[in-house]
T-cell receptor
Framework: KNEVEQSPQNLTAQEGEFITINCSYSVGISALHWLQQHPGGGIVSLFMLSSGKKKHGRLIATINIQEKHSSLHITASHPRDSAVYICAVKLGSNYKLTFGKGTLLTVNP | DTAVSQTPKYLVTQMGNDKSIKCEQNLGHDTMYWYKQDSKKFLKIMFSYNNKELIINETVPNRFSPKSPDKAHLNLHINSLELGDSAVYFC??????????????FGEGSRLTVL
């Protein structure tokens, strides 16, 4: 079992739908990152959070420290949101980031 | 201006060769990283430098040697390349020392193919 689990692995949606991607981790963390990797390969940091909720445009990230769970939501999804979304955490006293395997999102027009 | 730039973007080489990938950041960050993304798209940390000092050195074959001439540059040299080294290598930087409080900025990746 991976220390960082993402679900679903693959997600196909129609344009306009509300999207939720989940990330669960096994031990306490100090911060969680959400990253976006486009088909061209580049990686962009979307959010870094350690508590509560952050919003940027149509993207919302939440984290529940007690439940060891984070969600990334996309409102009014668009085909340009099609990408791999990756969750990464610093686990417990481990000093490096551990990555989830990513969620491949495809938004069809 | 590209914040984190890597060269080359693509590299095709034969087994046994030695190659280098260069990375530069113009963000004034203190910490730089090398990540490897395998064929299954799984990212793993390889090395991290903070102000030219090595702070993370994962279980990576010693054929891989990072070099940081200054805090804006972190190069990756690979000796005696093997087929399993084929991957995309990402450079990244952050202001925070251990990437747990600072946003990460990634380069565009360098796709290495070993034949």
């Amino acid at each position: 079992k991976n220390e960082v689990e993402q679900s679903p692995q693959n997600l196909t949606a129609q344009e306009g739908e509300f999207i939720t991607i989940n990330c669960s981790y096994s031990v306490g963390i100090s911060a969680l990152h959400w990253l976006q990797q486009h088909p061209g390969g580049g990686i962009v940091s979307l959010f870094m959070l350690s508590s509560g909720k952050k919003k940027h445009g149509r993207l919302i990230a939440t984290i529940n420290i007690q439940e060891k769970h984070s969600s990334l939501h996309i409102t009014a999804s668009h085909p340009r949101d099609s990408a791999v979304y990756i969750c990464a955490v610093k686990l417990g006293s481990n000093y490096k980031l551990t990555f989830g395997k990513g969620t491949l999102l495809t938004v069809n027009p | 201006d590209t914040a984190v730039s890597q060269t080359p973007k693509y590299l095709v080489t034969q087994m046994g060769n030695d190659k280098s990938i260069k990375c530069e950041q113009n963000l004034g960050h203190d910490t730089m990283y090398w990540y490897k993304q395998d064929s299954k798209k799984f990212l793993k940390i390889m090395f991290s430098y903070n102000n030219k000092e090595l702070i993370i050195n994962e279980t990576v074959p010693n054929r891989f040697s990072p070099k940081s001439p200054d805090k804006a540059h972190l190069n990756l040299h690979i000796n005696s390349l093997e087929l399993g080294d084929s991957a995309v290598y990402f450079c990244a930087s952050s202001q925070a020392r251990l990437a747990n409080t600072g946003e990460l900025f990634f380069g565009e990746g360098s796709r290495l193919t070993v034949l």
